[in-house]
């Protein structure tokens, strides 16, 4: 009898011993594993405003001839701008740009009643808006109530903005490129006021 206890002892602590050890082994191999490696972070992609660093060129006739462009505005409704084509780089530049949404949310950001109202900048001191300058295409047309010319700081050295004439008796120099004329909604260029934006602007046919 005394002799199958000890055997029993014997085996007990066999158990226990063996299965401390592997208690042990198997403990200590998880602190011993390499953490798992962080996700890798998404990728932000960053939207930058397209930079407009050339001039676009000009385009074929038949894409600036019998032209008009509709210019909504964010709340005063719309009017339309018959282009003319023999000022081809003015009214171009302005297609490309008005098809680049380049005009879309910039303000008239000077307006000077019975004179004029500027925009076509995305300045609101109605710096230039574009990293280019082309020729002034001067011809035989006046400016008068409606006409629609580039502004420009000096000889040829036209970029995106533009004025609208308000009145007949602006007193403007004809040393400005006249590449269109507001054929509808005269009312609403009446309404123009400073910080006025401009929702879209649509080229079609005349």
């Known amino acids: 009898m005394k002799n199958a206890v000890i055997v029993i002892l014997v085996i007990v602590i066999i158990i226990l011993t063996v299965g401390g050890f592997l208690w042990f082994m198997k403990s200590n191999s998880k602190k011993t594993e390499a953490p798992a490696p962080a996700p890798a972070p998404i990728a932000k992609t960053e939207v930058k405003e397209k930079d407009f660093n050339t001039f676009p060129g000009v385009l074929p006739l038949d894409q600036i001839q019998n032209k008009k462009a509709r210019v909504q505005l964010v709340t005063k409704g719309f009017f ?7 000022a081809p780089k003015a009214v171009s530049n302005f297609i490309a740009l008005s098809k680049e949404k380049f005009y879309e949310k910039k303000v008239f950001y000077k307006v000077i009643s019975g004179v004029k109202a500027e925009g076509g900048s995305k300045f609101v001191d109605g710096e230039d808006g574009v990293n280019y300058q082309f020729e002034d295409e001067i011809g035989s047309r006046i400016l008068e109530k409606g006409s629609v010319a580039m502004t ?12 609208i004439v308000l009145g007949e008796n602006h007193k403007l120099e004809n040393k400005y490129t006249i590449f269109g004329k507001v054929i509808n909604g005269q009312d609403v260029i009446d309404r ?3 910080g006025d934006m401009i929702e ?3 080229i079609s046919s005349l």
């Open 80 to 86: 339309e701008v018959e282009l003319y084509p023999d």
């Open 152 to 163: 420009n700081g000096g000889p040829n050295t036209n970029g995106s903005r533009f004025f």
């Open 192 to 194: 123009i006021q400073e």
């Open 200 to 202: 879209n602007i649509a």
